[in-house]
């Protein structure tokens, strides 16, 4: 399909530049342009928000290994439709991305796929077993964004420190899912009111507080880039705005299920509240919303874990930690935080483009010429509920099948080419 458009009549939202006006944006060759191309195709697009394509730092895409719940295509597509045009991939499939032929098959299924831009992660230890360093540098020069043993812990100290040592060398971040294994032990949800009420083994925030205190020093004396995946704790997000206070190469991101929802809001035995981090307690979420008004948690992040049906259903002592996230991210973060707690909208997309974008060491996505047409168009004046039925992920697992939200995207360009189109805008087209 043709990348040469003209997009009339839209309100531009550029967090790189500042801009937000009533406009048009012209894009030619992939790219946005100062001027309208010629023989161009027009889209309408009064009443919606143009805005660069999103970036989500944390998904879970499963294949190789578990395919039936996820495959790079159908993640990429089901990130399309999110309004995300860049994603980084978790390395905890079947064999791990842990050798640099992995990455290179994440980068070529992807590219296959032609939806997203797909950014592997790879493994800090070999087979995210904790206690052999992988590969840093083949994995690096393999392709490989970022390094985290996601869904583990490197919990031996030393080790984690030679492994940002190593990092800090090639320039590269560290990801880390900070719980200490002890701690949480065989914790399924927070040790709080709800594992009480349900008679469930808890999760302390403490287990989480522990290794982020941890990391923190390490960065501290290593100069290695940290960002601490889906911080739930309270605690945890004051010792990450301290450390950004100190200076420190330290970020953090909040995922829209724990901005969303508490431990309070698990009323029932199912399964699809059931993730790792856990919900925690209302004044956590509190503080987490907190730290996203703040910018001391710079980045936000959907950790999309898809599961089958048959899995989530066991309950949630049984059921495997995840929820998937990437086609309720827009309206969930916009509803609790634009419209309900008054975040300005440029610092809203900030946290879901210049945050992650900084992280990553790459220019902030912006709609400014010359930049890659990598743009969302999305209604953030319509309320809609959200159906799981209508998902392009394979897999359903969501909390929040049949809650009202406003914001979501309604055609998705990369590089200028149509990756996503609701019925309403295809129509037109």
């Not at 168009?377 to 392009?392: G, H, I, K, R, T």
Request: glycine share 10%; with cysteine.
């Amino acid at each position: 399909m043709s990348t040469s458009w003209i997009v009339r009549n839209g309100t531009l939202l550029d967090p790189a530049t500042g801009v937000q006006e009533r406009g048009d944006l012209f894009i030619a060759d992939g790219h946005s342009v100062d001027s309208a191309p010629q023989r161009a195709r027009e889209i309408d697009a009064s009443g919606l928000t143009v805005m660069p394509g999103l970036i989500d730092v944390h998904v879970h895409f499963r294949e190789p290994g578990h395919e039936g719940t996820e495959t790079i295509a159908t993640g990429s597509h089901a990130a399309a439709r999110g309004g995300f045009t860049t994603v980084v991939t978790m390395p905890n499939t079947r064999p791990s991305v842990d050798t640099p032929e992995q990455v290179r098959f994440q980068l070529e299924r992807a590219a296959a796929a032609g939806a997203v831009e797909l950014l592997p992660s790879a493994c800090i230890t070999r087979e995210r077993r904790g206690g052999e360093l992988a590969d840093l540098a083949g994995l690096h020069r393999a392709g490989a964004a970022a390094f985290t043993d996601e869904g583990s812990t490197v919990a031996d100290d030393a080790l984690m420190q030679r492994a940002m040592e190593r990092s800090a060398e090639l320039g590269v971040p560290i990801m880390d899912h900070a719980l200490d294994p002890i701690l949480a032990g065989r914790g399924v949800l927070h040790d709080g009111e709800a594992a009480q009420r349900l008679g469930l083994p808890g999760i302390p925030a403490e287990a989480e507080d522990k290794i982020v205190a941890r990391d923190i020093e390490l960065a501290a004396s290593t100069g290695c880039a940290m960002h601490i995946q889906h911080v739930t704790s309270g605690t945890s997000a004051r010792l990450i705005a301290d450390a950004a206070a100190r200076g420190l190469p330290v970020s953090g991101e909040a995922t829209p299920h724990h901005l969303a929802l508490s431990d309070a809001d698990i009323t029932t035995d199912d399964g699809n509240f059931k993730m790792n981090p856990p919900l925690r307690s209302p004044a956590d979420r509190e503080a987490l919303i907190q730290g996203i008004l703040d910018d001391s948690l710079s980045v936000l992040a959907t950790d999309h874990a898809p599961h089958l049906e048959s899995l989530k259903a066991k309950g949630i002592l049984k059921a495997p930690f995840g929820v998937v996230g990437l086609e309720t991210a827009i309206g969930v973060t916009y509803q609790v935080l634009v419209v309900e707690r008054g975040m300005n909208v440029l610092d809203w997309l900030r946290r879901w483009t210049a945050g992650p974008a900084a992280l990553l060491g790459r220019p902030c996505p912006s709609l400014a010429p010359g930049s890659r047409a990598d743009i969302v168009l999305a209604d953030l004046q319509s309320e809609w509920v959200v159906n799981p039925s209508e998902f392009l992920s394979l897999s359903l697992n969501t909390p929040f099948a049949g809650r009202h939200c406003r914001g979501q995207a309604v055609l998705t360009l990369k590089s200028g080419r149509i990756t996503w189109a609701g019925v309403d805008m295809a129509s037109g087209l």
